[in-house]
C-alpha cells in the first residue's frame, strides 16, 4: 500500500518551507484567475501569510476559498482561511511563530498590527505534488492532516 504522506517528504516540506519563504497564491473571482507572490511560513500542511483583510485576495478567498499554490518545485491545492485579526487572542501562537519566521522585515513599517484589518491567512492544503532530487511526492495533505 502507498503511503500518502512518507516521512522523507514530512521533512523536506519543512526543511524547505518552514520559515519565511516566497510563495505564489492564485485565487478565483468569477471566472478570472489571479495570482501574487507573498511571504509565507510552512506548518503542519499548511501556509500561513500575513496579509490585509480588505485586499483583493481576501475578497476572492471569501467568494471563492480555493487556492493553488506554487513555490520551489512544490505545487498545491488548498481552502484559504482568515483567521483573524493578527494580535487576537487566538492568534497568538501562530502570530509568534510568524514573528520570528519574518523577523528580518516585519517591523519595516508595511504591517500595522494597531489596524484590525491585518490578519493571518491560513492555507490548509488538500494535496499537493513536491519534487526533490528527481523524486515526486503525491501528497494528501487532507488525510494526513484531517483537513
Known amino acids: 500500500m502507498k503511503e500518502n504522506f512518507p516521512q522523507e517528504a514530512k521533512e523536506i516540506m519543512q526543511e524547505r ?3 519565511d519563504t516566497l510563495l505564489s497564491v492564485a485565487t478565483v473571482d468569477g471566472e478570472m484567475p489571479y495570482v501574487r507572490t507573498v511571504n509565507a511560513y510552512y506548518e503542519n500542511g499548511a501556509f500561513y501569510v500575513i496579509t490585509y483583510g480588505l485586499s483583493n485576495k481576501m475578497k476572492h478567498i471569501r467568494k471563492n476559498p480555493n487556492i493553488a499554490i506554487s ?77
Open 17 to 19: 518551507f518552514g520559515h
Open 71 to 147: 513555490g520551489d518545485w512544490f505545487t498545491a491545492h488548498g481552502k484559504g482561511v482568515d483567521l483573524g485579526w493578527f494580535c487576537k487572542e487566538e492568534n497568538r501562537e501562530i502570530a509568534e511563530k510568524l514573528q520570528s519566521a519574518f523577523a528580518s522585515w516585519i517591523g519595516n513599517g508595511h504591517n500595522n498590527f494597531d489596524d484590525e484589518n491585518t490578519c493571518i491567512l491560513c492555507i490548509r492544503l488538500t494535496q499537493g505534488v513536491l519534487f526533490s532530487h528527481g523524486t515526486r511526492y503525491d501528497l494528501d495533505f487532507a488525510a494526513e492532516y484531517g483537513i
